[in-house]
């Protein structure tokens, strides 16, 4: 056996905030008794809220891009803009590279983001047989895109801010950015829920019925 | 909460907690898919309803910028467009198929009969209209139909004819529709009840058929024997300080509007109906809806029937209908029909009088000459009168006009005739009310009215003059005209400013004072005093030259005479107030005329302006009024430069060779003064020259400096040398100067004092041309003046 000692078969737990190890205490949580944070050996009902929060995110994607995320008021006479709206009109002005950005920045990473944590909730849920390597990186990349999509809010609020010339010229924000703004903060939330050590307690399971898979696997993986 | 023990050997225990259910989590996907399903739905029931508009051109109409409004609400906008050939709602012309997305909301607007047309900014004569589409945008506007609903519309190319709400509707026939158009104004005693909804040709083409719209609370006025004629929209009231005329708006005077009257003789008619058809007369003399008076002038005035109108202020409130002898034919009956406007005015107070012909600029050319015309002051008053006594001229003066009353006296009235206008500044402030010889026929008084708010302006310190005609005054820099404005060059006017030494305290006018009018500005100006001066002959000089110094005109030439004895000219010259201090002892004059000589180009300015008179002001102190001009300028005798601050100096020569007042003295070439003058010697045995020396070079004189006579050329020949030709300046070569040099230090002795004598040599030795001391410019001032 060449796996790597884990904390919860040797009756730890890990503090997340500050990686103090604790005996496993009789309950289901329990108090770091060096930083006062909530520990669990694993994040209770991970899975569970991760699942609720992308839900949430998911649907709250329909209204932030239904609705206009900001009015843009020129000359007394305002123009409403969706996500997706804004995106094309930058296109057909020929921002082809600003449009870009925003687009990755207020369509792809969001819906990027909703998939991978679709997929990494699936593969702990159904046991799938995505190499635990595998569902770490998407894990890590969508944890690690999760604040670009602010972009777009930071644009939206410092537009508010700053042009303001009564009937000349107004930006007004929109319904559309509150719940953009949404789908960000409950995605991220949904990242913070998920316990990547999850993936490798599956993995564990996994070895445990087949130790042969598990040879191979880890061979392979030491590679 | 009890500190756990930080030994690294014994394992810290956490401390247990019990957790809690999740269940809540799952709130919040509910929200969330509560507000998409709620958006979905406002979506899907709430769309645009999508409809096709044909416009005959797409002019002004942007792709996803144009509105759709109703009543100031946007309630869709133009998604696309499509050509349509040959399109069959239009004729078979092409059209522009506008894809206008609409507002759920506003979908029963979409009803058959809907209208739609663009609005777009438009400036006519008839209004200012969709002004907020310069701001904006052009934008679609709509006027809500009643039936089925409809998805395709044929747009309109105007605006239909802002009509709502309950009315009368009667039609006029008329020949010609004149400056109607829809939506002019139907005016009943100058109160707007209604508009001109539409009008189109009769059948057979032989009539315009014009259909008005009456407003329900008024269509009680309408009368089967009312009469209808086109009307502009001016309304004159009436009030205690008088009457005032006042335009509904320019676009109502031209576009013109509607008016109706029902006579007496027909008030008891029945009322109007919907669909009742009218005349609609030219005017109301035409529609006979005046009111009939009688003027009675008292001598036989020319007058024609029908043509011969009444005027208020400019504006016609009346026409001649019939002319005839009254019954002492001593006079004439006049019988007028008034305009139904001035019914309230036409009092015991209200005078006509006969007015002449006059050429009259402010109504246009078209009315540049107008023949005999009655005018009326219509006024409030308590008793209503059809019957008036006229006056064959007119008042001279109406008291009763509100403002300042003032009288002028004039000698003659130039071109100034009643209802000139009085200007200060150039502003119109006032007017001429009318004129009449004094009593005894020595002088015309003019009667002048300040209007209430320029009142102030007048004080008792004010001076009149007329303005009637064009003035013109000539220079080197250009020829300027002047004049008030073109009416009074024509209709005469007189102005007003304030004299000179005006001051605030002066009294303000009041209505009755009586002021002279002056015959132009420089006369009502007139100020300063007179002076005379004898000349020789008249040198150029005219009435009108001025007298200067130092370039400023200080006064100017009133008359030229030949003296009592026939020997010269006497010429009386006024001096302006601030250059009174001239006429005193000592002031010198002198003639300015061009000069051309050796000494270069002088006055040339005078040779196009004419010369003009200088004057140096004297030292006296006693006044003095008769001057003798000088021939020419003075030139600063021997005393006076022995005073002035720089070194007078002396020369003793046996000639004076071609040396003469104002010739240059030079040191080392540069010109550091000037001969004043010459004279023979006590002894005629030789020629004393006088130099003066700048104050700034007088340091260059000392004891043994040497002068030598600079006239002429200096030519040296020698078979060596060459030619050598010497002179200290080409004005020199021909004016004559002096020059001289000072020995080098420490030979050249000591400074002079003013008086020295020098002997002036014939020519320079040549050693004197090589001395170059070094002499110290600008001692103190101390020194320069000892």
């Known amino acids: 056996m060449n796996r790597p000692a884990r904390a919860l078969s040797q009756g730890f737990w890990t503090c997340l905030g500050c990686r103090q190890l604790v005996p496993k205490p009789p309950a289901a949580s329990c108090l770091c008794p060096r930083c006062g944070a909530r520990m669990h050996g694993r994040i209770d009902g991970s899975i569970m809220l991760t699942w609720a929060l992308t839900i949430t995110g998911a649907l709250l994607l329909i209204p932030a891009n239904v609705l206009p995320v900001m009015t843009v008021i020129y000359l007394g006479s305002g123009d409403p803009s969706t996500i997706v709206g804004g995106t094309l009109e930058l296109y057909h002005n020929g921002l082809w590279g600003i449009a870009l950005i925003v687009f990755v920045a207020s369509v792809a990473v969001p819906v990027m983001k909703l998939v991978g944590l679709v997929l990494l909730c699936l593969i702990v849920q159904r046991r799938w047989d995505v190499s635990p390597r595998q569902a770490m990186r998407i894990y890590r990349v969508v944890n690690a895109i999760g604040r670009w999509s602010l972009l777009d809010l930071f644009m939206i609020s410092i537009l508010v801010a700053l042009v303001d010339m009564g009937a000349i010229a107004d930006v007004a924000a929109g319904a559309g950015s509150t719940a953009f703004a949404t789908v960000v903060v409950v995605t991220m939330l949904a990242v913070r829920a998920f316990d990547p050590r999850l993936i490798w307690d599956v993995y564990e399971e996994k070895i445990t019925a087949q130790p042969g898979l598990a040879q191979h696997k880890s061979h392979r993986e030491n590679e | ?786």
């Not at chain 2, 071109?415 to 020595?442: H, P």
């Open chain 2, 1 to 786: 909460m009890s500190e756990p023990p930080l030994e690294y050997d014994a394992q810290p225990e956490g401390l247990a907690r019990r957790s809690r259910g999740l269940s809540l989590v799952w709130l919040l996907p509910l929200i969330a898919a509560l507000i998409a399903v709620w958006l979905l739905y406002k979506d899907f029931t709430q769309g645009d309803i999508r409809v096709t508009i044909l416009f005959s051109s797409g002019e002004g109409l942007v792709k996803g910028k144009t509105a759709v409004k109703y009543s100031g609400v946007e309630i869709g906008v133009v998604n696309d467009f499509r050509l349509v050939p040959n399109a069959k709602d239009l004729n078979g012309q092409d059209g522009v198929l506008a894809e206008v997305s609409f507002n759920h909301s506003a979908g029963y607007l979409l009803t058959r009969g809907s209208k739609f047309w663009l609005v777009k900014p438009e400036v006519s004569l008839t209004g200012v209209r969709g002004l907020e589409t310069l701001v904006s945008g052009n934008y679609i506007a709509i006027e809500p139909g009643s039936g089925p609903t409809q998805k395709h519309f044929v747009a309109v190319p105007e605006p239909p004819a802002y009509v709502r709400g309950d009315g009368l509707r009667v039609t006029l026939k008329a020949p010609r529709l004149a400056s109607l158009s829809r939506g002019s104004p139907v005016y009943f005693r100058q109160l707007e009840v209604g508009q001109v909804e539409s009008y189109r040709l009769s059948e057979g083409a032989n009539e315009v058929e014009i259909g008005l719209f009456i407003r329900r609370e008024y269509a009680d006025l309408v009368h089967r024997g009312s009469r209808f004629w086109n009307a502009s929209g001016v309304s004159i009231q009436g009030s205690i300080s008088g009457v005032t005329v006042e335009m509904e708006s320019l676009a109502s005077l031209i576009a013109g509007g509607v008016s109706f009257y029902t006579p007496d003789s027909q008030i008891h008619t029945p009322k109007a109906e919907d669909g009742n058809e009218f005349k609609l007369y030219k005017s109301f003399a035409d529609a006979d809806a005046g009111i009939p008076i009688t003027l009675n002038f008292n001598r036989g005035v020319s007058l024609t029937e029908g043509s011969t109108q009444v005027f208020y202020q400019g504006i016609r409130v009346g026409e001649v209908n019939a002319v005839k002898a009254n019954r002492s034919i001593d006079g004439m009956e006049v019988e007028v029909l008034m305009d139904p406007i001035t019914d309230d005015l036409l009092t015991e107070n209200t005078r006509f009088w006969l007015a002449p012909p006059t050429l009259d600029f402010t109504s246009g050319v078209n009315d540049l000459l107008k023949g005999n015309r009655i005018e009326v002051d219509l006024r409030t008053g308590n008793r209503s009168l059809r019957s008036f006594d006229a006056a064959s001229s007119p008042p001279a003066r109406d008291a009763r006009t509100p403002g300042l009353h003032l009288q002028l006296t004039a000698r003659n009235t130039g071109s100034i005739q009643r209802g000139a206008s009085v200007y200060y500044r150039q502003m119109e402030v006032g007017r001429v009310q009318g004129m009449e010889l004094a009593s005894d026929g020595s002088r015309v008084i003019v009667y002048v009215v300040i209007e209430p708010r320029y009142a102030h302006l007048v004080d008792s310190d004010s001076r009149f003059w007329n303005v009637s005609g064009v003035r013109a005054s000539a220079s080197l820099q250009g020829v300027k005209v002047e004049t008030d404005s073109l009416l009074s060059v024509v209709r005469g006017g007189i102005a007003f400013g304030s004299g000179p030494q005006h001051s605030k305290s002066v009294a303000k006018a009041r209505s009755g004072d009586s002021f002279r009018l002056y015959s132009s500005r420089e006369d009502a100006m007139e100020e300063g005093i007179n002076i005379y001066i004898d000349l020789t002959g008249d040198e150029g000089l005219k009435e009108g030259t001025p007298l200067r110094y130092r370039g400023i005109q200080v006064g100017e030439i009133t008359r030229l005479r030949l003296n009592y004895e026939m020997d010269g000219v006497r010429a009386r010259a006024r001096l302006y107030r601030r250059a009174e201090r001239f006429a005193r002892t000592g002031t010198r004059l002198w003639v300015v005329g061009p000069k051309i000589g050796l000494n270069g180009v002088d006055n040339l300015d005078t040779l196009v302006t004419g010369p003009f008179l200088e004057l140096e002001p004297g030292l006296g102190n006693e006044p003095q009024t008769e001057f003798v001009a000088l021939a020419a300028k003075p030139e600063p005798d021997l005393a006076d430069t022995m005073m002035m601050p720089g070194l007078a100096l002396i020369l003793d020569a046996p000639r004076r060779g071609s040396l003469k007042r104002g010739s240059p003295v030079y040191y080392r070439q540069v010109k550091v003064g000037q001969v004043t003058g010459y004279q023979l010697g006590e002894l005629a045995d030789r020629v004393y020259i006088y130099v003066y020396i700048e104050p700034e070079y007088r340091t260059l004189v000392r004891e043994h400096s040497k002068f030598w006579n600079a006239s002429g050329v200096d030519v040296n020949f020698g078979v060596m040398t060459g030619l050598d030709v010497h002179t200290e300046s080409a004005q020199a070569l021909l004016a004559g100067g002096i020059a001289f040099a000072t020995p080098n230090n420490p030979e050249m002795g000591l400074e002079v004092e003013s008086g020295s004598h020098y002997p002036l040599y014939g020519k320079p030795e040549d050693e004197w041309l090589l001395w170059s001391p070094k002499i110290e410019l600008y001692p103190s001032l101390e020194d320069s003046f000892k």
